[in-house]
């Protein structure tokens, strides 16, 4: 399973929480009886863990008699490879609700611009978080619309700080006292082993995720050029942050932390859930998490530890909705895209979650994400808070999977000390710059395959 999810960590802050529960956005059973007159739209999503209602069709589907969304739920694994299937059969649905790089499928012609929509209806693009568009965009056009994000924080347990002689109310502000922090909070068993880690470096869940590009992103890294040609994964910032990292991994344990790590699990067995693990970094939804599996637990949330020279950032991934390419009722499927991202839906919808007990995103529109209902959800104002400094997941569009594996196994044989960081990020950029480099290829091929399309569709039209 590791080896899998190597591959797609560049997507786990989104998956997780979509293959746990999506009550926002994801539904299992779409209803079969279709009212008579009505235009019927065929909407793909990603199956969650939970049989729930299909809510948000539904509203839209009340609200009006002249279109009818059916949802149509996918496994995870399952659905990219459909997507694309129906793509190239020219049969797909009429819209595809996802996560992760839009660019992998606006590249591959999958997705139809939105920009004539939004500029004809007025849309506005102000009422979205703004740290989100970037993702949404490729070659200065717009493909999809965010429907909700989920961002990273800091968690800790106060229980723990107060033990060890720490004020249970003021988490560690930076790099220097995360360290200092989590030697004071680690304890030991008589054999040496590691009883209570005070925080393990790369550790997301029951599986290691190096997804912290975030203290890189504190130094000020990039990880392209500005024209997306080149890939930088040894600018200075980069190789400093992860030694900074393999420092702390040393200097906390090393393979005692590994063995540690090896124990926890999913659910109630999570390492900070079961109250072995002090601090960690983790997803928005995680709050959601430990009110169902650690209910009596006392933590916090924080924006995360910075360098001194260093600056704010987090990590956002958006789940967005676009139409496809081909799709047969375009203007159908943009009337519904308007209706699941107004502010008083996307509220009703986090209602809807919040009476549901489910893990899942926030609001992509602004004003929902900040009404009173929703920011009286515990620590909901760290997580609007760090959407000023938010940054995508999605650093390399074009070799999004690539950059993550790459990436991943740099980080891994790091923290095992087999390489140094100049080194391990050294062959990672060596790697995702020829999958770029391919991907660039392909892209500049298109373009001009659908402009000689273009081309003759024209000539045809004359004669």
């Not at 991202?341 to 004003?367: G, M, W």
């Not at 760090?386 to 196994?409: C, D, G, I, N």
Request: with cysteine.
């Amino acid at each position: 399973m590791w080896e899998y999810i190597r591959v797609l960590s560049g997507r786990i802050f989104l998956g997780i929480g979509i293959l746990g529960v999506i009550g926002l956005f994801v539904f299992v059973r779409p209803k079969e009886d279709t009212p008579p007159g009505r235009i019927v739209l065929q909407l793909w999503q990603v199956t969650g863990a939970e049989d729930i209602e299909p809510v948000v069709p539904k509203w839209f589907n009340e609200s009006q008699d002249k279109i009818y969304v059916k949802p149509v739920g996918l496994p995870f694994l399952e659905i990219e490879q459909k997507f694309l299937t129906s793509s190239v059969g020219n049969f797909p649905p009429d819209l595809f609700e996802y996560f992760g790089p839009v660019a992998q499928w606006s590249t591959r012609g999958a997705l139809l611009p939105l920009d004539d929509f939004i500029e004809r209806d007025g849309y506005d693009r102000s009422a979205i978080f703004s740290a989100l568009w970037k993702e949404m965009m490729w070659d200065g056009r717009t493909y999809a619309i965010p429907t909700g994000v989920g961002t990273e924080a800091f968690y800790w347990n106060k229980d723990h700080f107060r033990k060890a002689g720490l004020d249970p109310d003021r988490p560690p502000a930076t790099w220097d006292e995360l360290e200092e922090y989590a030697v004071k909070l680690t304890t030991y068993n008589e054999d040496g082993s590691i009883k209570q880690a005070g925080y393990i470096p790369g550790y997301w869940g029951p599986f290691p995720t190096p997804l912290f590009l975030t203290w890189a992103i504190q130094k000020g890294a990039k990880f392209l050029s500005e024209d997306g040609t080149r890939v930088n994964l040894t600018a200075p910032a980069n190789i400093e942050a992860l030694e900074w990292e393999a420092k702390l991994f040393k200097k906390l344990g090393g393979k005692k932390l590994i063995f540690k790590r090896a124990t926890f699990g999913y659910g109630a067995q999570h390492g900070f859930l079961s109250g072995q693990l002090s601090m960690i970094v983790q997803k928005s939804s995680f709050v959601q998490e430990i009110e169902k599996f650690a209910p009596h637990l006392d933590y916090g949330v924080a924006p995360l530890p910075i360098p001194r020279d260093g600056k704010p950032a987090t990590m956002a991934g958006p789940v967005w909705i676009g139409i496809p390419s081909g799709a047969r009722h375009p203007e159908e499927a943009w009337e519904y895209i308007k209706f699941c991202t107004r502010a008083d839906i996307q509220l009703r919808s986090a209602k809807y979650v919040a009476e549901k007990h489910l893990a899942t995103f926030f609001p992509a529109n602004i004003k929902a994400a900040t009404s009173p209902f929703q920011m009286s959800l515990p620590h909901m104002d760290v997580f609007v808070e760090s959407m000023k400094f938010a940054h995508t997941f999605t650093v390399v569009p074009l070799a999004h999977t690539q950059f993550w594996r790459a990436y991943s196994e740099a980080w891994d044989s790091v923290m095992r000390g087999e390489k140094t960081a100049r080194e391990a990020l050294k062959q990672a950029e060596l790697t995702v710059q020829k999958a770029l480099d391919e991907q660039l290829a392909y892209n500049k091929f298109y373009k001009e395959y659908l402009r000689k399309k273009e081309k003759r569709a024209k000539a045809k039209g004359k004669t």
